[in-house]
Structure formats: C-alpha cells, structure tokens
C-alpha cells in the first residue's frame, strides 16, 4: 500500500490525545473503484479523521449445474431425475478491446458438473481508524466506525461518477468476510491530531494474531434463501394449471410489489416501503382511471384530469372519488355500501405504510427494520385489495388475497452471500 510521507511533529504543542493504536479494518467489495492505490485521509465520524486506501483485484465467479455441499433431496424432498439435456460443448466468450487485443470474458463448460464462470474486477477496501485504547476492547465498535468512514467514501465516489455497481454496504452484513488488526503505537509518539497519526501509518505493524490483535468476522447464509419451503401445496399447483393455459397481462402494480417483496429479501428495507406505496398508488390510479372510462371519459381528459393541477391530481381525491362511487352503485344495486376511507384497513395502511414511506422521503430515514418494513408491505397490499375489493367492476383480474396477503413465507435471515455479488 501507499501512504503519504511522513513529516515532523516537533514543535506542536501537546494538546492532543494519545491515540494507543491504529485498526485496520478490510473488506472486499463486489465492484471495482476508479480510485488510484494510494491513501486518502477522509471524515470518519469519532476522532474526526481517517484514512482511506483502495485496492483491486481480478476474482472468479462462478457457476455449477451441480453442488457438493447440497443433495436434491434437502431442498426438494425427492432424488432428482437429472437434466433432459446437457450441453455437450466447451465455449469461451471473448470481448475485442478498441487496441483489437482480445480477452476472454466468459467460460461455458459442459456435463453435468458445468456452468460458467466469469472474471470479476472488485475493490478491496482498507480504512484506517485512531483507537485511545488498545486494551482487550479494542475492536468493540471499529467495524461500525469503519462501516461509516466506507459508505461516505462510497457516496462521493457516486455522486462523482455516477457509477451503477458501487454501492454503500453494511458492515455487519454485506460482506463475506470481514478482517479487523491492531497496530499499536510506539510509546515514545507524542500526543496528536488523528490526522498527525494517521500520517504515520508506514512506521506501524499490524497483528496477525486471531483473538489478540486480529479478529475476523465471517459472513452467514441460510438453508430458508436457498429455497422456500419445498413444492407449492396442491391448492396452490392447482391454481397454476388452471391458469397458465391463458395469456395472462402483469400489471404495473404487481411488478412494483414483487419489486418490495424482493428488497426485503436483499436488505433494501427503506426501498421495499417506497414501493409498496408505489404500488397501491398505482393500483389506484388505475382503478380511478378505469371507472372514468366507464363514465366516458376519453384518454387524453383522463390523462389532464389525474395530471399536476388536474381535478383529481392528488391520492387522496382519487379515493374520495373512488368511494363515491362505490357508495353510489352499492346503493343503485340495493347492496349494502362500503367505503375504503374510515376503514381499519385503511387507518393500518396510513400508519404502517403511507407515514413510514413519508419519513422515508421528506425526513431522510433509512434505518428501517425488517419488521417495519413486512408490516409496510403487508398494509399496502391489503389496501390495494380492500380498494379493489369495493365494487366487482374494481376487482383486478390477477389480485392476492386472503393469508397471501400477510406474506407467510416472508421471515428474516442472512441472505446468500451470492447476493452481495448481484448487480
């Protein structure tokens, strides 16, 4: 690694603390920076001061049609009968740089242990952080210290490139393997900034020591993200082949709900909520616009009615107007009435969605749990039913209802480690 040069210290006065040591903290991050290899001192949330120091390798990733840790059996519950077809040929893919050398980029491999593999750029991060004590706490908060010094790194490194693969992590869990050393420093160094030390890194020695001056922390998956729950239950295969012999269209709804149901499964708690909201406000868009198209409302009125300044512009008058509706043809049809406003369902969807979601967008919040976050989804979800569910000329063609709409299947877990490597 590369560190700034050294300079003399005589002459401060000593005014500043002592720091005892110095933590390395490393991680390997799943993308590559466009940052030299040299150190950058960078804010770093308790002294004030930290150092920063990037560097690169080329990895493999990989993929296998078979597994040596995993049966079929301890997913599927039955021996499996194999692939119909296996490829029978070894393929390279190579790319053409504009110099018109050549690399490979990609290996297809055949037979019933083939797949592919793929080189992958990554970043190897290395922060720096001042510790006042070296004593057996010395790790107690390095790896969130360092989490912090990363991600605003990372952010200004986004906001310059506007890179799509970098991302900020979570140090306690976005990464497979987490190594953490302490360098002490000489007794003789005088009292300084964390910046005067840090500007000696070059003179420390790092442990190697596991549970004296190193520690590692290791990444976790579970057995529950390999696979969910076995084969689906009879009612539910039955559904399927009902209705797969049919065309059927997904709408926009349904696509931003498996989007929130996704990113509680990636850790992406705060986006999960943003969506479900999404969600159920494009549910009602749609049910809206449906209802005035009924009433004979062409494609371009209906377009300026729900438009910015347009009558019905906002969610909140699109449901008054959804409810009229619905109380209206009830009554005409000698039905008994039912609004979605003043509903329980919708007093849980205001408080565990629509204000979550508003903290989220106009307060900055992003520590949202997964808790927080299911609950979000499940009260967008029965919302966007209840609101269908008013009149049979709201109801959707595809909609879920019932236990569904509580997400069983949907509990907390480590993840795969694989998905710190997706795109």
């Given at each position: 690694m590369l560190f700034p040069k050294s300079y003399c210290l005589a002459g401060r006065?000593?005014?500043?603390?002592?720091?005892a040591g110095v933590a390395h903290v490393q991680w390997e991050l799943p993308f590559p920076l466009r940052l030299p290899e040299a150190a950058f001192l960078c804010w770093e949330p308790d002294e004030g001061t930290a150092t920063f120091v990037p560097a690169y390798g080329v990895g493999t990733f990989a993929w296998s049609r078979t597994s040596p840790l995993?049966?079929?059996?301890?997913?599927?519950?039955?021996?499996?009968?194999?692939?119909?077809?296996?490829?029978?040929?070894?393929?390279?893919?190579?790319?053409?740089?504009?110099?018109?050398?050549?690399?490979?980029?990609?290996?297809?491999?055949?037979?019933?242990?083939?797949g592919f593999t793929e080189p992958r750029p990554y970043a190897v991060a290395n922060v720096f952080l001042c510790l006042r004590l070296a004593d057996d706490q010395w790790a107690s908060n390095t790896i969130q210290r360092a989490t912090a010094v990363l991600n605003n790194v990372l952010d200004i490194y986004r906001l310059i490139t506007l890179d799509p693969l970098a991302r900020g992590i979570n140090g306690q869990r976005d990464t497979y393997y987490t190594l953490v050393s302490l360098a002490r420093t000489p007794p003789d160094w005088p009292e300084g900034s964390a910046r005067d030390t840090l500007l000696r890194l070059e003179e420390l020695r790092f442990g190697t020591t596991i549970g004296r001056d190193r520690i590692h922390q290791v990444g976790a998956n579970s057995y529950d993200d390999l696979f969910f729950g076995g084969?689906?239950?009879?009612?539910?295969?039955d559904l399927f082949a009902r209705i797969v012999d049919a065309r059927h269209e997904i709408e926009v709804f349904h696509v931003l709900v498996f989007d929130a149901i996704r990113r509680l499964k990636r850790f992406e708690w705060a986006l999960a909520v943003m969506d479900a909201q999404s969600a159920f406000e494009v549910l009602v868009a749609t049910v809206f616009g449906e209802i005035l198209t009924r009433q004979g409302v062409n494609a371009l009125d209906i377009e300026g009615l729900l438009a910015h300044g347009g009558r019905f512009d906002s969610l909140q008058r699109r449901l008054v107007e959804i409810d009229r509706v619905a109380v209206a043809e009830a009554t005409a049809a000698g039905e008994p009435a039912r609004r979605f406003l003043g509903s329980s369902t919708e007093s849980s969807w205001r408080a565990d969605l629509y204000r979550?979601?508003?903290?989220?967008?106009?307060?900055?919040l992003r520590d949202v749990t997964f808790d927080l976050a299911k609950r979000a989804v499940i009260a967008g979800l029965k919302a966007a039913h209840a609101v269908q569910d008013l009149r049979p000329a709201f109801n959707r063609r595809l909609m879920w209802s019932g236990s569904a709409l509580?997400?069983?299947?949907?509990?907390?877990?480590?993840?795969?480690?694989?998905?710190?490597?997706e795109a």
């Amino acid at each position: 690694m590369l560190f700034p040069k050294s300079y003399c210290l005589a002459g401060r006065k000593n005014l500043m603390p002592r720091y005892a040591g110095v933590a390395h903290v490393q991680w390997e991050l799943p993308f590559p920076l466009r940052l030299p290899e040299a150190a950058f001192l960078c804010w770093e949330p308790d002294e004030g001061t930290a150092t920063f120091v990037p560097a690169y390798g080329v990895g493999t990733f990989a993929w296998s049609r078979t597994s040596p840790l995993l049966r079929i059996e301890d997913v599927f519950g039955v021996p499996g009968r194999g692939m119909v077809a296996i490829p029978t040929h070894d393929y390279r893919i190579a790319s053409v740089l504009a110099s018109g050398r050549e690399i490979l980029t990609a290996e297809l491999t055949r037979g019933p242990n083939g797949g592919f593999t793929e080189p992958r750029p990554y970043a190897v991060a290395n922060v720096f952080l001042c510790l006042r004590l070296a004593d057996d706490q010395w790790a107690s908060n390095t790896i969130q210290r360092a989490t912090a010094v990363l991600n605003n790194v990372l952010d200004i490194y986004r906001l310059i490139t506007l890179d799509p693969l970098a991302r900020g992590i979570n140090g306690q869990r976005d990464t497979y393997y987490t190594l953490v050393s302490l360098a002490r420093t000489p007794p003789d160094w005088p009292e300084g900034s964390a910046r005067d030390t840090l500007l000696r890194l070059e003179e420390l020695r790092f442990g190697t020591t596991i549970g004296r001056d190193r520690i590692h922390q290791v990444g976790a998956n579970s057995y529950d993200d390999l696979f969910f729950g076995g084969l689906l239950p009879t009612d539910h295969r039955d559904l399927f082949a009902r209705i797969v012999d049919a065309r059927h269209e997904i709408e926009v709804f349904h696509v931003l709900v498996f989007d929130a149901i996704r990113r509680l499964k990636r850790f992406e708690w705060a986006l999960a909520v943003m969506d479900a909201q999404s969600a159920f406000e494009v549910l009602v868009a749609t049910v809206f616009g449906e209802i005035l198209t009924r009433q004979g409302v062409n494609a371009l009125d209906i377009e300026g009615l729900l438009a910015h300044g347009g009558r019905f512009d906002s969610l909140q008058r699109r449901l008054v107007e959804i409810d009229r509706v619905a109380v209206a043809e009830a009554t005409a049809a000698g039905e008994p009435a039912r609004r979605f406003l003043g509903s329980s369902t919708e007093s849980s969807w205001r408080a565990d969605l629509y204000r979550l979601r508003h903290r989220i967008v106009h307060e900055g919040l992003r520590d949202v749990t997964f808790d927080l976050a299911k609950r979000a989804v499940i009260a967008g979800l029965k919302a966007a039913h209840a609101v269908q569910d008013l009149r049979p000329a709201f109801n959707r063609r595809l909609m879920w209802s019932g236990s569904a709409l509580d997400l069983p299947h949907m509990t907390q877990s480590a993840g795969r480690l694989s998905r710190l490597f997706e795109a």
